[in-house]
């Protein structure tokens, strides 16, 4: 096959194929289906009881109490004890249901990001950004970056700063790459709301890093005098 | 290691080997990513009960891809107001969100390409050159000779280059 277009042509459809994880979860739904993965309920500790309106109780309150804690888990912010349950248990069994749910995995994550952004408003609501240490901040910065990315990667990635969103009463002209303060509009999809949201608390969570880092060094200078 | 052992871990094994290339047939005959995901998976369903009754797979891939394109006739069956030309060829949906927009729109450009073949040259594309079956397994696949699916192909090829040109 010598023909370049006929190769090009090949070699634009082999490119489609699963993307890894979507590979892993089929496969992990037909083990589940085919009997050979099972849920990890230790069925023999429960028979140990002798009693099955104990070992009935037992299930209910098992799940109940599971269940009751990662409800909890939801309306918690960094630093909370709850919160790893969030982050480390919800999030990942919320993601792995998704595609079954027939959510995609960009709109999934674009919601994951806006509940990071909320949460540091949440802490900022309650005053407790003033609590956070210089590294604790830099971590939550760290985190809504790397979902914020999560989410421009799986959707559409274009989003520019049109002129037509500049404020209004500025009479300035509109430079490439000038940082301008936008509010969300109408038209904007989620992902640009959450883009436009992201700015903001970034710039806000930028400030009391600087903050920190001036006070730290104007200690230090005060101590070395 | 016992025998159901054995048939998961040659299951498992037939899975991480064939996943991707059935995902792209079932996908190239629907034009419907989520589709071609649950036809992949039914169709290592039917390989497991196959195996389960005790049945013996000599050739993985040609077996697997029987399945497959039974599982899309009988898709197309319970459509009965549309045509096979007319459901590949209308409302594809994107190959992948995660793509670079360039890509998909070369890829839906390419299945529309692919599209204007009859069924049975797009599937032959599909096994010889995407799928990298032999003429062997092809026959295997539908029951014809090497020297007719060799033909066949040959032909096939002729009008994609006529398309592309």
Sequence with gaps: ?225 | MDLTSKLVSQFTLAYNQYADALFRYCYFKTSDRELAKDLVQQTFLQAWNYLQAGQKIKDFKPFLYRIAGNLVIDWYRKRKEESLDSLASGGLQLADNRQDPIDQAEIALVLKTLDKLDVGDKELIIWRHIEGLSIKEISAIISETENTVSVRLHRALQKLRDLLN
């Design chain 1, 1 to 225: 096959m010598d023909d370049p277009k006929l190769k090009n042509f090949i070699k634009t459809l082999k490119s489609v194929s699963l993307q890894p994880e979507e590979k892993r979860f089929l496969r992990s739904q037909l083990l589940t289906k085919i009997g050979v993965r099972k849920e990890s309920v230790y069925w023999w500790q429960l028979v140990y009881l002798r009693s099955w309106s104990a070992v009935i109780v037992l299930i209910v309150f098992l799940i109940t109490s599971s269940g009751g804690v990662s409800l909890a888990a939801e309306g918690s912010l960094p630093g909370e004890w709850l919160y790893p349950i969030k982050t480390k248990v919800n999030e990942p069994v919320a993601r792995a249901i998704t595609t079954t749910l027939g959510q995609t995995r960009a709109d999934f994550e674009t919601n994951l990001a806006e509940k990071r952004l909320d949460e540091v408003r949440g802490l900022e609501a309650q005053n407790k950004l003033d609590d956070k240490s210089e590294q604790q901040l830099e971590q939550l910065k760290e985190n809504i970056n790397q979902q914020v990315a999560k989410a421009k990667t799986l959707s559409s990635p274009v989003i520019e700063v049109k002129e037509a969103d500049a404020p209004e009463k500025d009479d300035k002209p509109v430079r490439k790459n000038m940082t301008i303060k936008i509010e969300p509009k109408e038209h904007h999809t989620k992902l640009e709301k959450v883009l436009i949201e992201h700015q903001e608390v970034v710039e806000k969570l930028n400030r009391r890093i600087e903050d920190r880092t001036a006070n730290r060094h104007s200690l230090r200078d005060r101590r070395d005098n």
